[in-house]
């Protein structure tokens, strides 16, 4: 539970105590009104409807374990049952379990892509979503009403070739030109008609917002604000006061000092959420100056930033990073296609993760999304050059740990550990190596691809009767 609930919660309890007290009840029932209603923004009204598929106990036997929290352990058995991991070790009993050898091959927890488009950056894409994309509403610079899940199209066929190359949870986040995009979504890539039954059950929510030079570049050029970065931060600050005296008037609502809620706003709602921490901040920004300044905002607001997205010059400041709790979420090497990248260096994520800051690999495509394992492999590589020493145990946490840490489901997923899902991947060989293929995808325990027998994924209508 966050703080912040926390002391709202001991508050209402102050206000019950004091209502019970003798000669307090009568006066507390003629103003009491008859129902109160659940904090609108810590409520979702569209709930997972996922349901896992079929499924057995399986043993994988003799594999190299690389387990997502810095060990690797070779010669390891991994049980999986009922949906969860189960055991870790050496010589464990198969129990009725399907055994699966692989001496000789790699298993990992199940890929996380913290950052991906699919589903609303859909394949094929038409000259038609030039002018009316799904993947962020451009009519205002403040979208933060919109939620992106609305708009995914579970037929996209990059979730499936997602899952054949071992990415088992993907946050979907809207796009990055208004400085408040919307709600992100998390999903998992199994086959489904609608995207409830993909949603991660529990999973919490996220805010995109973005700075730099994409809302004041497509606002400007269409004669409104903001037209500059200053712009931008006054409109963000502005956004957010307005959003504290709204979460003040529903904390006044359910204390029972003010006898009606306010009127709902779907903006105030997400950004409520934000000051509450019951709703996570994912920002896209490069330059370090746009970073630490909205570092400074979110500590005059009382949030915090969950991760920079992109971070070219993460490198320059990974102590305030690490100060505010702040992951960085880059690219391997994507560099000089707008001036916001002129600073970027390869040896960009090595450098933070040296530092002791908390850095992850992202998609941002669908073409990306399918080599997480390899971004994380070239990044890791100038490093090395560089001097450090990133073995796969440790580069294996920048695509499973870390980005669970990120979206709040770390108890949950991003590391093979008993009680841990049973995501979970077997790799042909070294998952670092441009040779190397999933064999098997395993999502709660049911595996969802098997490379020997490709049609284990079901193919979305769009791909029905191709080669």
Not at 68 to 85: C, E, F, P, T, W
Not at 101 to 122: E, K, L, M, N, Q
Not at 346 to 359: S, Y
């Amino acid at each position: 539970m966050n703080t912040n609930r926390r002391g709202f919660l001991t508050v209402l309890a102050l206000v019950v105590t004091a209502a019970a007290a003798p000669g307090a009840a009568l006066s507390a029932a003629a103003t009491e009104p008859a129902t109160r209603i659940a904090l609108p923004f810590a409520v979702d009204p569209y709930p997972s409807t996922y349901q896992h598929l079929p499924r057995s106990d399986t043993l994988i036997r003799g594999a190299i374990v690389l387990d997502g929290a810095g060990q690797r352990i070779d010669n390891a058995d991994v049980l999986l049952r009922d949906g969860k991991i189960t055991a870790v070790g050496h010589g464990l009993s198969a129990a009725n379990a399907t055994v699966i050898d692989a001496r000789g091959r790699w298993v990992t927890p199940g890929i996380i892509d913290v950052h991906s488009h699919d589903g609303v950056f859909s394949i094929p894409y038409t000259s038609g979503d030039l002018e009316s994309s799904d993947v962020a509403e451009l009519s205002d610079p403040n979208a933060a009403d919109t939620w992106v899940e609305h708009a995914v199209n579970p037929q996209d066929p990059a979730f499936p070739v997602a899952l054949r190359s071992g990415v088992t949870t993907l946050q979907i986040l809207p796009g990055s030109t208004p400085l408040f995009s919307g709600r992100s979504v998390i999903v998992k890539p199994v086959p489904a008609a609608d995207v409830r039954a993909m949603k991660f059950p529990g999973a919490s929510q996220g805010l995109k917002m973005a700075c730099g030079e994409n809302p004041k570049s497509y606002f400007g050029e269409k004669g409104r604000a903001p037209n500059s970065r200053q712009g931008e931060i006054a409109l963000v600050r502005e956004a957010f006061l307005k959003a504290k005296e709204y979460l003040q008037g529903w904390r006044d609502y359910e204390s029972g000092a003010r006898a009606a809620p306010p009127d709902r706003d779907l903006k105030l709602d997400t950004l409520a959420g934000v000051l509450t921490g019951d709703i996570a901040v994912h920002m896209h920004c490069y330059r370090s100056g746009d970073m630490t300044t909205m570092l400074g905002v979110a500590a005059e607001f009382g949030f915090t930033i969950r991760a920079f997205r992109h971070a070219t010059e993460a490198y320059k400041i990974v102590p305030q990073l690490k100060s505010a709790g702040t992951c960085v979420a880059v690219w391997s090497d994507w560099w000089g296609f707008k001036m916001e990248l002129e600073d970027a260096i390869r040896e960009n994520a090595a450098i933070v993760d040296a530092a002791g800051g908390c850095v992850m690999m992202h998609s941002d495509s669908a073409i990306v999304g399918q080599r997480l394992a390899i971004e994380a492999a070239k990044a890791a590589a100038v490093g090395r050059r560089a001097g450090l020493n990133l073995p796969p145990e440790r580069i294996i946490r920048w695509v499973t740990s870390t980005p669970a840490k990120a979206l709040g489901l770390e108890d949950r997923i991003g590391t093979i550990a008993p009680g841990r899902n049973a995501d979970v991947v077997i790799w042909s060989g070294n998952p670092f190596s441009i040779y190397t293929r999933a064999d098997q995808v395993f999502i709660d325990g049911a595996m969802l691809y098997d490379r020997s027998n490709p049609r284990t994924v079901q193919e979305p209508d769009l791909l029905l009767g191709r080669p």
